[in-house]
């Protein structure tokens, strides 16, 4: 197993906005904040999406109002994003990943894997 597949990216950044990593088995104490961080910046996103489309539904917005809307949706997008990035990375790799795996769509559809 390669450093890469040994670490995990949280969903925070250091200091400077560089992304920070965590070498480790998952269970751990840090494992379990990056959790729980992951589970409330989802909420959150989910919450600032109903937000929205109220807002927007409205049609009586200030720019001001769009421009903070904006601003929080792209902070929950990079959020949602990191989360996927890492979750997506920790992921086992699928079976069409491996070589001759599928040759082509029609063996797909001949052997459907579900």
């Known amino acids: 197993m390669s450093l890469i597949d040994e670490v995990r990216l949280l969903p925070w950044t250091g200091p400077e906005g560089k992304p920070c990593y965590l070498s480790g088995d998952g269970v751990g104490f840090m494992s379990r904040l990056a959790d729980n961080v992951e589970a409330a910046q989802l909420g959150l996103a989910g919450d600032l999406i109903e937000e929205a489309q109220q807002v927007l539904a409205e049609r009586a917005w200030t720019p001001g109002e769009l421009h903070l809307l904006a601003m ?11 989360i996927a990035q890492s979750q997506g990375a920790r992921l ?3 079976a069409y990943e491996e070589p001759n795996a599928i040759d082509d769509e029609e063996d797909l559809m ?3 894997r579900d």
């Open 92 to 94: 086992p790799a699928p």
């Open 110 to 112: 001949a052997n459907p």
């Open 72 to 82: 929080q949706l792209t902070e929950a997008l990079v959020n949602v994003h990191r």
